[in-house]
């Protein structure tokens, strides 16, 4: 069984439209992260949620919108797409709430193409 | 000025040889430090924490390094399967706050 997953792997879109990410992980883990992976590989946190709390927000502009219905799931929705926001999307998770010091586990990532 | 940042390489070596890399991190307050390594269109996978004494798994060593503010990976007798990118990352353990290097690209070659 795949530990975190996402939905879809692939996301192929216009500029202007609205999408959704989804993500699960069957590890029992208490928190869950949201990344960004540029096409310079630079991988940059952009949420994490701990018990269904979002705890820490880098600086993301606010058409981006983490929601998470339970503890397993992270869904992320992106308003009015922008060319900018071409990338790769990793969620990620780890067992407590000082994710700091523990390993985060990621997702297979979310490559989205904003056209 | 980033959290941190890697000389992002390539480095290309042969089969056997040692490899050795270095991340530099700007917050005197970092607490955690971690080497992931990452495949090419794969997602990132820790390969080791790094301890303040320095720890060993199989080839690979870390070191910590809290004067200079840097940490380092040792690989020794590279293998073809090693190829891949690392990527170092550091935390401030407050708020979660975690910081991922840009990535060195290694490649083994036969």
């Known amino acids: 069984d795949t530990a975190v997953s996402q939905t879809p792997k692939y996301l192929v879109t216009q500029m202007g439209n609205d999408k959704s990410i989804k993500c699960e992980q069957n590890l029992g883990h208490d928190t869950m992260y949201w990344y960004k992976q540029d096409s310079k590989k630079f991988l940059k946190i952009m949420f994490s949620?701990?018990?269904?709390?979002?705890?820490i927000n880098e600086t993301v502009p606010n058409r981006f919108s983490p929601k998470s219905p339970d503890k397993a799931h992270l869904n992320l929705h992106i308003n009015s797409l922008e060319l900018g926001d071409s990338a790769v999307y990793f969620c990620a998770s780890s067992q407590g709430g000082l994710a700091a010091q523990e390993t985060q586990y990621f997702g297979p990532g979310t490559r989205l193409l904003v056209l | 000025r980033k959290e941190v940042e890697q000389d992002p390489g390539p480095f290309n070596v042969p089969e056997g040889a040692t490899v050795a890399f270095n991340c530099t991190y700007s917050?005197?307050?970092?607490?955690?430090f971690f080497w992931y390594r990452q495949d090419c269109r794969k997602e990132p996978k820790l390969l080791m924490s790094?301890?303040?004494s320095g720890n060993e798994d199989g080839r690979f060593t870390a070191q910590l390094n809290r004067a200079s503010q840097y940490i380092s990976l040792l690989i020794r007798d590279s293998k073809l399967s090693d190829s891949a990118t690392y990527l170092c990352a550091v935390s401030l353990n407050t708020g979660n706050q975690f910081y991922f290097g840009t990535g060195t690209s290694l490649t083994v070659i036969p």
């Open positions: 949620y701990n018990n269904k709390e979002l705890i």
């Open positions: 917050n005197s307050a970092s607490q955690s």
């Open positions: 790094v301890y303040s």
